[in-house]
């Protein structure tokens, strides 16, 4: 335990993610079982910036848990990417009497961690992003949520997809990562899965397996694609013209992000928020809370930074495979 450690600040950053909220509750409620005062910054690296931070404690996280969103709202902060940003945002963490910090977000916000810490402010971070795209965790906060949200909407656009004997092409979210499209293919039973870890062409890999389908007496096809590949409605366009079978776009959109995060977000939240406040504890700084092996440990932030994640090939047969 280190007695240095009296208070310290928590704040998301980056793209929201449910169980964010159960992340804050967690550390809120292990920094004051160990009697520590708490503070949430707003608006992730602008409220350290601008000194906007509110003191919490057990009874201002009460009735959270189970909201999505994030309470301490979040933000994209350009000023925090220079170095006089850095600079600013530790003099006020010392104004304020922070001996710590605690980052929810994705890897840019552990960027800004990693500044912080170089700076002299002890910081910790943990995933909390729906795109499952940290590369040294194999989790993070909001994918299985997220997961769930698409399986939902997919299940609903299949009904009337199937009723109307079309094609559905469905975007989903993830900007240079396809965990979400890859497995909620997988869970949508999805014809086609395009992701922005491998090229595609649209003649083999669009086209044929749905004439195939077709073929083999198919009356209906999911096509999903994430959004990085993007570019959903001029194909559904060039899917109807070039195969006769009638095609709708749809674009899941930010739905995504929000609603209340599943029991596994919960209780991963819980626990990587907890590891983070003993981390501090323990004097440690510079470090992400992440997942190996399911289970919530910790490495150097530079060291997670350079780790490399890859979508699972044989995930992506197995999505082939069963799309028969
Ligand atoms: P995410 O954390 O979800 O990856 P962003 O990439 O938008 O989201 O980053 C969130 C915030 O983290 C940015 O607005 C910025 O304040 C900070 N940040 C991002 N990249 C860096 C960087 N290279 N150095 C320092 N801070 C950064
Ligand atoms: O990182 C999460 C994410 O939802 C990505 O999948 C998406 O590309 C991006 O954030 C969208 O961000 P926003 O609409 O908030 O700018």
Not at 39 to 50: A, D, S
Not at 138 to 150: A, F, H, M, Q, R
Not at 220 to 244: F, L, N, R, Y
């Amino acid at each position: 335990m280190n007695n240095d450690i009296r208070k310290i600040g928590v704040l998301t950053s980056g793209g929201d993610a449910p169980g964010m909220n159960a992340a804050i509750r967690a550390v809120v409620r292990t920094g004051t079982y160990y009697g520590l005062t708490v503070m949430g910054v707003k608006r992730g690296y602008n409220g350290l910036i601008n000194g906007e931070m509110i003191e919490m404690n057990a009874r201002t996280v009460s009735d959270t848990l189970q909201k999505g969103g994030t309470i301490l709202q979040t933000a994209r902060c350009l000023e925090f990417k220079e170095e006089a940003g850095v600079k600013k945002a530790c003099e006020i963490a010392k104004v304020f009497g922070l001996d710590g910090l605690i980052v929810i977000g994705g890897d840019g916000s552990f960027r800004g961690a990693r500044d912080l810490s170089r700076a002299g402010l002890p910081t910790i971070a943990m995933p909390g992003t729906i795109d499952n795209d940290i590369d040294c965790s194999e989790y993070t906060i909001g994918y299985d949520t997220c997961l769930n949200t698409v399986i939902e909407a997919v299940d609903k656009i299949r009904d009337t997809s199937s009723s109307h004997e079309r094609c559905s092409v469905i975007e989903v979210m993830g900007r240079n990562a396809g965990y979400i499209a890859l497995n909620a293919g997988i869970a949508c039973g999805a014809e086609v899965v395009l992701v922005p870890e491998r090229e595609y062409s649209f003649d083999e890999d669009v086209l044929r397996p749905i004439l195939e389908g077709k073929a083999r007496g198919r009356r209906q096809s999911i096509v999903i694609v994430a959004e990085g590949i993007g570019g959903v409605i001029d194909m559904a366009k060039e899917i109807e013209e070039k195969t006769g079978i009638e095609s709708r776009a749809t674009i899941l959109g930010h739905i995504q992000r929000g609603g209340s995060p599943s029991a596994r977000d919960r209780v991963v939240a819980s626990e990587m928020g907890a590891k983070c406040v003993e981390l501090l504890l323990e004097g440690k700084s510079n470090r992400i809370v992440c997942m190996q092996d399911n289970k919530v440990i910790d490495v150097d932030i530079e060291e997670g930074l350079a780790m490399k994640k890859e979508l699972p090939q044989e995930v992506i047969d197995l999505a082939k495979k069963l799309s028969t």
